[in-house]
């Protein structure tokens, strides 16, 4: 790392997860990894930045079996998991009630990174410039991730997910970039229509192939590590690099690979 991103005083690594079910034991691998670094960093007298980003602004798709109020959550799908009501009934949302287990339990080893809650951060508006230059460049993005899909990509695709402000569902009948701030949807659950300012919206998001990149630039990240579904030709990491350079003008973190820990 030192060698790869130059010899500076301090240096940034990072994990993250989405917490859509139990953060479980194959998902510290991720984290001992980047814990390992950090002190291997600070041994050499580098401070060390260790961020983990949880992404509890990404949508709730399915509903896990073993979770009591099925029918309650059932009518939650398709919205951001950090407003989801915690079935357990005792934490702010369902992904926070995942959060603060695993939060807890990493404490009790000593490892205890700067926690960012990605719908905090998006909802405060610190994406907004990067949500812009994503959608400006988005022919550009396009081109990258066709490369490695069999079907392309629609020609009014965006790199973008917006929930509705009416019924919080991300199912749009259509969606739209208007140029500089303004973002226009019409939502299919409920027929809500509107144009919203990126800067304003606490409803936007990027998706997860130019998500990625974005907040490598936006946090100067110097290491990631990442699963093996992230790290075939063609996957996240293949691309995030190429986006990450060619939108952001920024080289990518160091990589590495790891495999998953089953039980």
Wanted: aromatic share 12%; proline share 5%.
């Amino acid at each position: 790392i030192i060698g790869a991103c130059g010899d500076k005083e301090k240096y940034t690594v990072a994990s993250g997860i989405t917490p859509s079910g139990v953060v479980h034991i194959g998902n510290f691998r991720e984290v001992i990894t980047v814990e390992f670094v950090a002190q291997a960093l600070r041994a050499r007298g580098k401070e060390v930045r260790f961020i983990y980003s949880w992404d509890d602004f990404d949508t709730f798709r399915k509903v896990p079996v073993n979770l009591p109020n099925q029918e309650m959550l059932k009518k939650h799908l398709r919205e951001p998991i950090s407003r989801v009501p915690d079935p357990f009934g005792k934490a702010e949302s369902y992904a926070a009630h995942n959060i603060q287990y695993f939060e807890s339990q990493i404490e009790k080893v000593g490892i205890a990174p700067e926690f960012l809650y990605q719908s905090k951060r998006y909802g405060a508006g610190m994406y907004a410039q990067g949500m812009r230059t994503a959608l400006e460049n988005k022919d550009t993005l396009k081109k990258i991730l066709d490369e490695h899909r069999s079907t392309p990509l629609a020609d009014d695709w965006l790199p973008t997910t917006i929930y509705c402000e009416k019924c919080n569902r991300d199912e749009m009948e259509y969606q739209s970039y208007k140029g500089e701030w303004d973002y226009a949807y019409k939502c299919s659950s409920c027929s809500h229509e509107a144009v919203t300012d990126i800067r304003e919206t606490s409803n936007l998001k990027l998706n997860w192939r130019t998500d990625w990149p974005m907040r490598w630039a936006f946090e100067k990240v110097d290491f990631e590590p990442g699963g093996k579904d992230h790290s075939s030709e063609g996957g996240s990491f293949d691309t995030g690099k190429r986006i990450v350079k060619q939108i952001w003008d920024m080289k990518a973190p160091q990589y590495l690979q790891y495999d998953f820990v089953m039980i």
